[in-house]
């Protein structure tokens, strides 16, 4: 051994020499684990969306198909579990979020209902059908008898209920989108609030603000026509003022909605009380101003 150099071993990390301490591997060198062993981190599993049709006419799912480009986002974002207007896949609730359109018009649905609600974390009704009964509920200031027996040429085997009413008399519902059809902003303003967990963000506000918006001159003021927008809810982008006509009142009453003090105005401008009637038993009949202010100025009988 004389006349040998003796080289001192250096330290290396992960090899334990007798006599020597022990240091660990760096984070970078770690040795490789068995993938067997690795335990993965949890997938997380997307919210369930939900589409049920009651008593209407699928106008308002087809607003949310032709939000188109947006859709795809959500579709992206959550599990389309049941919505026949656009997939035949049916998946079993419970769901997070539960869309219904339509009002309640048969036995069948009033039972229906309830089932839905049961799967339901969140259920929103969408459309004046849902929150208000739809175009249907002036069934609701008849005879539904007299009707069935001059549309069905065997009455007897239509099973219906006398009257057409919103979802929310028959279960709680969490919140309420109005139009007919549903506007596609509120629409998807609603989807995204729901799936991040915040309140949507949707304006409360009348009609009258839109043509402002939009620069429309009053159609009551300027022109004498009868209009509802003084007491409807925003949504439609004050289309039927734009083109000059007074608005219908498809997104139904507005919160504070002054219905008396548009029937005088109205009255002034010479309107009748079977005018009032019919404006306000339309789309929203069911709404309690509407249906109040309606009922208000109807023919005793």
């Not at 919210?47 to 992206?76: I, N, T, Y």
């Not at 359109?101 to 974390?121: C, F, M, N, W, Y």
């Not at 009707?147 to 028959?170: G, N």
Request: glycine letters at 8%.
């Amino acid at each position: 051994m004389r006349g040998r150099v003796l080289r001192a071993l250096p330290v290396r990390p992960g090899v334990h020499l007798p006599g020597r301490p022990r240091l660990p591997l760096p984070p970078d060198r770690a040795p490789l684990q068995d993938p067997r062993t690795v335990k993965k981190p949890p997938v997380r599993k997307k919210p369930r969306l939900a589409v049920f049709k009651f008593a209407s006419c699928d106008g308002c799912q087809l607003s949310l198909l032709s939000c188109e480009d947006e859709l795809l986002a959500v579709a992206g974002a959550v599990e389309i579990a049941n919505f026949l207007e656009a997939s035949r896949a049916v998946v079993k609730g419970p769901y997070d979020v539960t869309l219904v359109e339509g009002s309640i018009t048969t036995p069948h649905d009033a039972e229906r209902i309830l089932e839905v609600r049961a799967q339901s974390k969140f259920l929103v009704t969408i459309g004046a059908c849902a929150t208000a009964g739809g175009i249907q509920a002036l069934r609701n200031f008849g005879d539904v008898k007299e009707f069935t027996s001059l549309v069905y040429a065997r009455p007897d085997y239509i099973s219906t209920l006398a009257t057409s009413t919103p979802i929310a008399s028959h279960v709680k519902v969490d919140y309420e989108l109005r139009g007919c059809p549903v506007s596609k902003a509120n629409l998807l303003e609603l989807l995204s609030s729901l799936l991040h967990g915040r309140r949507p963000n949707i304006r409360e506000h009348s009609v009258c603000l839109e043509c402002k918006k939009r620069g429309t001159v009053c159609v009551m003021v300027a022109h004498g026509t009868p209009c509802l927008g003084p007491v409807t809810h925003d949504g439609c982008g004050a289309i039927c003022p734009a083109f000059h006509r007074g608005c219908y009142g498809c997104f139904g009453p507005q919160e504070t909605a002054n219905t008396s003090s548009l029937a005088a105005a109205w009255t002034r401008m010479g309107s009748t009380g079977e005018d009032l009637t019919r404006a306000f038993r339309t789309y929203n009949a069911s709404a309690e101003p509407f249906r109040r202010e309606g009922d208000a100025h109807a023919r005793p009988g």
